[in-house]
């Protein structure tokens, strides 16, 4: 076969004969590549070549050779900094591609950014190294988490630099095993191993020394958009909203943390299904002394939602849900019957949990875009979580971690938001506004809307009319907006 036919059947492909080519190498597009002065391609196959030749001269099987082998992976959260590298695993890896979903055009890329901003997803660049060397970034992953759904991979890329080494099996376990469309071909499907116990995830990159304890013990109660937050936290406890035979199943319950244990023991309404389980109620109230730390979202207990009354126990279900062949009571409780049972489970989580266990309770976000039916609401929980403030208690400002930039629903955080939020409760890296005014100012809200504005301040006064806060008005601002200031006397 000639080189001609070579181009006609493989058109793109270059064709040289030797003699034609030597001179040219560093002119020829085919031989261009990434700078790689340390050579860290070249040592990274030496790694790869002396793990062959220690194998072979033990004689040991593929499994026991990698329990040996000392694997470690780190997850990489920070998306930003890696985006080189993502795009590079997306588009270049096969055969270790489970998603093979590529980013060819611009449009594209921009949509992939947009979404792995969104709050409902998460992603991570895989980073591993084992006892002859390390690999780098060898994986990326991008997962969608919805209430009604559960958890889908959106991208499942791995290096043939990981090959053989049940990484990607690992990981996809640590991620809890989310729905996965595989496109084939794929080396070898993510069964290969029964359990992949040779692998250990830790949590500091492999160029920092450890920050922090890596066996801390972490909780979070609340909604679903906890989900985006225990992304970043691996191994905590979480009791957050999901789906259970088409019933919404709420943590953030009044009767999950206030009802008694003969409350709980004695009801047909648990014990049919359709709210959290007796085992759920005793693991979280038994293991409540042992966490490190606590995180709560706690501002839908304030939410004007549907609330039913049975066997003396609250629970919050919606509206939807039906109930048949049980007893119930449908209750309407004022705002300030929902502020005492917010306070109420304050005060027993305060008294149930270990003298050295930090809470952290985030405020909510409030903003243009927050919908009219939570404003109001959400003004009077900042206020009431300022109130009950101590030394054991962090109360972080989800507004202080917006990027303006990207996604913004006046609800939630985009993904980068949660990611910095993980690192407040686990690397302590945020602080706190220091008050040093004769109050503290802990919300400033701007509004375009007159009415919406007057409603909302009129709504304050008559709620916090003997309570220690300041109004502030100011007026016009240039840009023509309201702007009401709240904080608490010192």
């Known amino acids: 076969m000639n080189l001609n036919e070579v181009e006609d059947i493989c058109p ?17 597009d085919a031989f261009k590549g990434k700078v790689d002065k340390d050579f860290s391609r070249l040592n990274q196959y030496k790694v790869l070549e002396s793990k062959v030749l220690d194998q072979e001269g033990n004689g040991l099987s593929n499994v026991d050779f990698l329990r040996k082998s000392q694997i470690e992976i780190y997850i990489d959260y920070d998306y930003k900094s890696n985006l080189k590298r993502i795009y590079e695993i997306i588009e270049r890896t096969n055969q270790l591609n489970y998603t093979k979903i590529r980013l060819g055009s611009e449009a594209k890329k921009e949509m992939f950014l947009k979404e792995m901003e969104h709050f409902q997803s998460s992603s991570g660049v895989i980073c591993c190294r084992d006892k002859y ?19 889908q991979l959106k991208h ?12 990607e099996s690992f990981v996809y376990e640590l991620l809890g095993k989310p729905q996965l469309d595989v496109v084939q071909p794929v080396a070898y499907p993510l069964s290969q191993y029964e359990l992949v116990d040779w692998v250990k995830c830790i949590t500091t990159p492999f160029t920092e020394k450890t920050k922090h304890s890596h066996d801390l013990n972490v909780m979070t109660l609340g909604p679903c958009h906890l989900l985006q937050l225990t992304n970043f936290i691996p191994n905590s406890t979480n009791y957050v909203h999901f789906v259970k035979h088409g019933h919404v199943i709420k943590f953030d319950c009044p009767s999950f943390i206030l009802s008694t244990k003969e409350q709980v023991a004695s009801s047909e309404f648990i014990s049919k299904g359709y709210s959290w389980s007796h085992e759920d109620y005793s693991k979280f109230h038994n293991e409540l002394h042992t966490f490190d ?9 304030l939410m004007n939602d549907n609330l039913i009354k049975i066997d003396g126990m609250i629970f919050r279900i919606p509206k939807a849900q039906k ?7 449908n209750i309407t409780l004022d705002i300030n019957s929902r502020v005492i049972i917010l306070k109420n489970i304050l005060i027993y ?14 405020d909510s976000i409030y903003n243009s875009k927050t919908p009219s039916e939570l404003s109001m609401r959400r003004l009077i929980f900042s206020h009431v979580i300022n109130k009950l403030k101590n030394d054991n208690l962090e109360i972080i400002d989800m507004n202080s971690l917006l990027d303006s930039i990207a996604f913004n629903d006046g609800i939630h955080l985009n993904r ?24 503290k100012p802990f919300l400033n809200v701007k509004f375009k809307d007159n009415t919406k504005f007057i409603r909302v301040r009129q709504y304050l006064v008559n709620f ?15 840009n023509k907006c309201r702007e009401l200031t709240i904080g608490l006397r010192k």
């Open 349 to 362: 989580l305060f008294g149930a949990v270990s003298e050295n266990c930090k809470i952290y309770i985030l």
């Open 156 to 167: 499942f890329s791995f290096s043939c630099r990981a090959m053989n080494m049940g990484v």
């Open 12 to 28: 793109g492909i270059y064709a040289y004969h030797p003699d034609d080519i030597i001179n040219k190498i560093n002119t020829v």
């Open 416 to 439: 980068s938001g949660y990611y910095e939020l993980s690192k407040i409760i686990m690397f302590n890296q945020h602080a706190g506004n220091i008050c040093t005014d004769d109050y």
């Open 323 to 329: 109930i048949e062949n049980i007893k119930y009571e």
């Open 464 to 478: 916090l009319s003997h309570a220690p806060i300041v109004l502030k008005l100011t007026r016009w601002s240039l």
């Open 133 to 151: 060397g390390e690999y780098g970034a060898v994986g990326f992953y991008l997962l969608k988490t919805t209430t009604d759904d559960g958890k």
């Open 293 to 301: 730390k606590v995180v709560l979202s706690l501002d839908d207990i």
